[in-house]
């Protein structure tokens, strides 16, 4: 291969800046009168073997420069890139490769790496292009650069192949990657860890939730959800975002989590537990804010009793496909202290589905937050199903994929509208306590005949009016009026409730032998499965206690 045709279109060449250096030259000596190449007798005598002439970019042995480059060279020309020379380094690591046959069967490892189209790319372009760290046949990978090779009228007519080996950087890319996706896991395993591993299955919902972490970063975020089952038949139903990105967010998130289950055992309006989060918040960290809702269902009021810090709104589909937005009232995020939290409440009728969710699944970067929201309302106008089904379809219409980048957390929860055999799993009964010494009696009453309707064995009914004359005598003693009876049974328990106008809550204390009263609480907790109090929103109180129905019950109900 004559070489000495062949030049490499680089910007600023040396060779031309050399051709202009020596054209200068020759000219200044032709004005002297000396010879071209001669040498200035004032400066010949100072010539030593040390200080020869450096040749001219065109006189260096262009091959066995090649030869000598450690990274990897090839030259191919014409339009099926016939081999014209490949170096020794090429040779060390490919092998012998024969001269003038076609770069396919040539170059077997440039076919396969799939850097033939851009050779054919480089050749009609006449421009250069870079494929940047692959891994080739023998193991090690290359950046490989191919340039175009021009005749001297300027005709595209070959490609100069260069490969320099970068499997160090290659290898240590991928331990970095590898370190980055480890600490993304333990990051994600954390997250996973502080949220419920099951969701409590509370009697008159059905629930289901998922998390996707973003999958940008290897920091995940601070979004959770939790379910709490407050006894009474009342559901509470949590989810919040903490903000920041990191173990630290995940951590603070915990510490929520866990709060908020604490303080929901106290059986406090939701404005209320959001108070406390508030100041909790704060003591955890006074730079991380959260956002959270916090929502009370209650089978008997029918309705969604909510209280919101800076979160995005609950949406309610009703069961003809209306959809609702809860969107007042919302107080501002948790920790920044100061703020007096409301509750409100927004209609969960039988048969009508709620949306909790966090920014993830509406914000994007080129839209709106409010068009995301209403984005949100539309899938859910047209979602049916079983709240998983509900669940996946919301994510899936939000385009949440694995590489989203961000935390995504939904939790649907549905009212289902029983009829038929299962309806009459489900049942009510109430009675308005007027003061005096008939009220007890008339409680016991009713007590066993609806006891005694709902199928209930012997023992089961037995305790079930115990447990009414109980709690009826404690507020009879201790109440004002209004006061009211109301007895609930479910697929799984039978609930006892009476409610009167005092909101002083009893407790749970040891009768001495000669005391005459202070065991009625005392004796409800020890038939029924569990009990508990609250005040109530109007004023009062509410006592109530549960039993767990035994499978036969349930069977008879169902027959």
């Given at each position: 291969m004559n070489f000495t045709r062949w030049s490499a279109r680089l910007p600023g060449t040396q060779r031309r800046a050399a051709a202009r250096t020596e054209t200068?030259?020759?000219?200044?000596?032709?004005?002297?009168?000396?010879?071209?190449?001669?040498?200035?007798?004032?400066?010949?005598?100072?010539?030593?073997?040390?200080?020869?002439?450096?040749?001219?970019?065109?006189?260096?042995?262009?091959?066995?420069?090649?030869?000598?480059?450690?990274?990897?060279?090839?030259?191919?020309?014409?339009?099926?890139?016939?081999?014209?020379?490949?170096?020794?380094?090429?040779?060390?690591?490919?092998?012998?490769?024969?001269?003038?046959?076609?770069?396919?069967?040539?170059?077997?490892?440039?076919?396969?790496?799939?850097?033939?189209?851009?050779?054919?790319?480089?050749?009609?372009?006449?421009?250069?292009?870079?494929?940047?760290?692959?891994?080739?046949?023998d193991g090690r990978s290359y950046t490989f650069t191919c340039t175009p090779v021009m005749e001297g009228d300027g005709s595209g007519s070959g490609v100069l192949v260069f490969a320099t080996d970068v499997t160090d950087h290659a290898e240590a890319a991928e331990r970095l990657r590898a370190s980055e996706r480890r600490q993304r896991e333990t990051a994600v395993t954390l997250q996973r860890s502080l949220l419920p591993q099951e969701l409590e299955e509370p009697d008159d919902l059905r629930i289901a939730a998922t998390y996707h972490p973003g999958g940008t970063e290897a920091a995940v975020g601070g979004d959770w959800y939790d379910v709490i089952t407050l006894g009474g038949g009342r559901t509470a139903l949590v989810i919040g975002d903490v903000m920041g990105r990191g173990v630290r967010a995940a951590a603070v998130m915990g510490q929520l989590r866990t709060a908020v289950r604490a303080y929901a055992r106290l059986d406090l309006p939701p404005h209320e537990v959001l108070q406390l989060l508030d100041g909790l918040a704060t003591e955890i960290d006074a730079n991380q804010i959260a956002t959270c809702v916090y929502a009370i269902h209650d089978p008997n009021e029918g309705r969604l009793v909510y209280a919101s810090a800076g979160h995005l709104p609950i949406l309610v589909r009703d069961e003809n496909g209306a959809v609702e937005r809860a969107d007042e009232p919302t107080g501002p995020p948790l920790g920044t202290g100061g703020w007096m939290h409301a509750s409100g409440s927004i209609a969960l009728s039988p048969g009508s589905t709620a949306v909790l969710y966090t920014d993830g699944l509406v914000e994007r970067r080129d839209e709106d937050l409010d068009e995301g929201i209403a984005s949100l309302e539309r899938a859910l106008a047209g979602a049916t199903g079983t709240p998983q089904v509900i669940c996946d379809r919301l994510v899936r219409t939000a385009g949440v994929t694995a590489d989203h980048d961000d935390d995504v957390a939904v939790l649907v929860l549905q009212h289902p509208a029983r009829t038929g055999p299962d309806g009459d799993l489900f049942r009510n009964a109430a009675l308005e306590l007027l003061g005096g010494v008939e009220a007890a009696p008339r409680a016991r009453a009713f007590a066993s005949g609806v006891l005694t309707s709902w199928r209930f064995p012997q023992d089961l009914h037995d305790l079930g009016v115990l447990a009414t004359s109980e709690l009826v005598a404690n507020s009879l003693q201790h109440g004002t009026p209004p006061m009211r009876l109301r007895l609930r049974r479910t697929d799984r328990r039978l609930i006892i409730e009476v409610t009167d106008g005092d909101d002083h809550l009893p407790r749970r204390r040891r009768a001495e032998p000669a005391d005459e009263s202070g065991r009625g609480i005392a004796i409800v907790a020890t038939i029924a499965s569990a009990w508990g109090s609250r005040r109530t929103p109007g004023g009062g109180k509410a006592v109530w206690c549960e039993f767990v129905l035994p499978k036969a019950a349930v069977d008879a109900a169902r027959t």
């Open positions: 200068a030259a020759a000219v200044t000596q032709e004005r002297r009168g000396e010879s071209p190449g001669a040498v200035p007798a004032a400066r010949a005598e100072h010539l030593t073997d040390e200080a020869k002439p450096i040749p001219a970019l065109d006189e260096l042995p262009v091959r066995e420069v090649l030869d000598r480059v450690p990274s990897l060279v090839a030259l191919v020309h014409g339009p099926d890139h016939r081999l014209a020379y490949v170096n020794d380094a090429y040779v060390a690591a490919f092998g012998v490769r024969p001269p003038g046959e076609p770069a396919r069967e040539a170059l077997p490892e440039l076919a396969e790496l799939g850097l033939l189209p851009l050779l054919d790319q480089v050749l009609r372009s006449g421009k250069p292009r870079t494929l940047k760290s692959r891994k080739a046949p």
